[in-house]
């Protein structure tokens, strides 16, 4: 049987692949997960019309992004902590810590596209990396300061 491919399937083909399988798997598998069509002219147009509406979705995200990495290239927050001697924080500094501090200047990034490698547990000044798009990454500066009493 004859289907074109919505997604990349790994071992079968990539998206708008015309693969031929085994009826029982389109059937079970690829139609029933909406991760194929079966082959005939209407879906081929079907599916060229998706890959166009995909095609700008994506290019309305990415120009989205870029707008936002611009302006999050500017911004520098602070984050005053506990700290002992050696300028060693009593605790850390995490990803879900730098999401809040960029909501409180009006930003709202969710924690998992910033990429820090692992938690801040020193004073000084980072480049936070945020991955906005595929191929859009914007960077934050963090001043972790000691908290004064």
């Known amino acids: 049987m ?20 085994a009826p029982g798997y389109a059937r079970n598998y690829l139609l029933l997960k909406n991760k194929a069509f079966v082959s005939t002219t209407e879906n081929m147009k079907k599916f060229e019309q998706i890959k166009k509406k995909r095609a700008t979705e994506y290019q309305k995200s990415r120009a989205e992004a870029e707008n936002l990495a611009e302006k999050l290239n500017t911004v520098s927050v602070t ?24 909501a409180k200047e009006g930003y709202e990034i969710d924690k998992k ?30 001043w972790v300061v000691s908290e004064t009493v």
Do not use: F, M, R, W
């Not at 004859?2 to 399988?21: A, P, Q, R, S, W």
């Open 113 to 142: 596209k910033i990429n820090i490698e692992e938690p801040i547990k020193s004073l000084g000044v980072y480049t936070i990396p945020i991955k906005l798009h595929t191929e859009v990454k914007a960077n934050v500066k963090l």
């Open 2 to 21: 004859k289907v074109i491919l919505l997604e990349n399937i790994e071992k079968l083909g990539k998206e708008g692949d015309v693969v031929d399988v």
């Open 79 to 102: 984050v005053a902590v506990k700290a002992g001697e050696n300028e060693k924080l009593y605790g850390s500094v995490t990803s879900s810590d730098i999401a809040k501090l960029l």
